[in-house]
């Protein structure tokens, strides 16, 4: 176990935190959580954070961590064992998926923040082709690599918890004919650590930030909260 007192500061939406936190958790780090209002962030946190962004990782009070890909990385060698596959080919492999998982935050963030329904349906089309991707990837599951979580399964437990939040707005053919991927993302499910990365309020508070972006998917929203109302 580490010695070291590990503070993060956070947001309870984002997926790079999520990622961190899914790593202390399977590494049983014990830390200390601070959201951050990124609208309006705290002197504190602009002083010491590089970029501005969350996560951000204070170990020992004095050394700030940024890029949640290297927080993870950091968490995993201090602590016994690896989330990572130890043959040095199949880890830069993982690594690169890693990547692709990051690439899929970025089309997700462009889907749901879409200006109109072309823009929505092109998006999803590129997260469909995506999917296929990471499908082909994919071996006998449950995890990425197999049997064992790594850190690269802690990427996409955020990335698929998008869509359990998005389901009654996604076209019900994204998931279809993809059994390995369908597999792995009930498997992140329910995986403790991915579950405890977000709170309770976790959907609501996600479903209103979309509508502030005020695209398409905003619109669908607001349509089905008020039917909701009606009924
Ligand atoms: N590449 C970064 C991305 C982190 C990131 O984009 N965080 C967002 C929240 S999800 C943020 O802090 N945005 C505030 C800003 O960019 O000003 C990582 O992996 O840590």
């Known amino acids: ?96 998926w890693i990547e692709f998982g990051s690439a899929m935050l970025g089309t997700i963030w462009d889907f749901y923040t879409a200006p109109d329904r072309e823009a929505y349906n092109a998006r999803q089309q590129e997260l469909k082709d995506k999917l296929i991707l990471l499908e082909a990837q994919l071996k006998s599951g449950p995890f990425f690599s197999g049997n064992e979580f790594h850190i690269v399964d802690a990427v996409y437990g955020p990335v698929f918890r998008y869509f359990d939040v998005f389901e009654k707005f996604v076209e019900r053919d994204l998931f279809s004919g993809l059994p390995k991927v369908n597999h792995w993302r009930q498997a992140l499910a329910q995986r403790e650590s991915v579950q405890k990365a977000v709170g309770t309020d976790y959907a609501e508070r996600l479903l209103d930030f979309v509508v502030q972006q005020q695209g398409y998917m905003g619109e669908c929203i607001k349509d089905q909260r008020a039917s909701l109302k009606i009924a």
């Not at 049983?28 to 609208?39: A, C, H």
């Open 1 to 96: 176990m580490t010695a070291h007192t590990i503070k993060l500061a956070a947001h309870p939406l984002c997926p790079y935190v999520q990622r961190s936190t899914i790593l202390l958790q399977e590494k049983n780090i014990p830390y200390e959580r601070v959201n951050i209002d990124l609208d309006n962030p705290p002197d504190w946190f602009l002083k010491i954070s590089p970029l501005g962004r969350v996560p951000l990782m204070i170990v020992d009070a004095h050394t700030a961590l940024f890029e949640s890909a290297v927080i993870c990385e950091y968490l995993d060698e201090i602590t016994p064992g690896s989330l990572h596959a130890a043959d040095p080919l199949e880890k830069a492999f993982e690594r690169s």
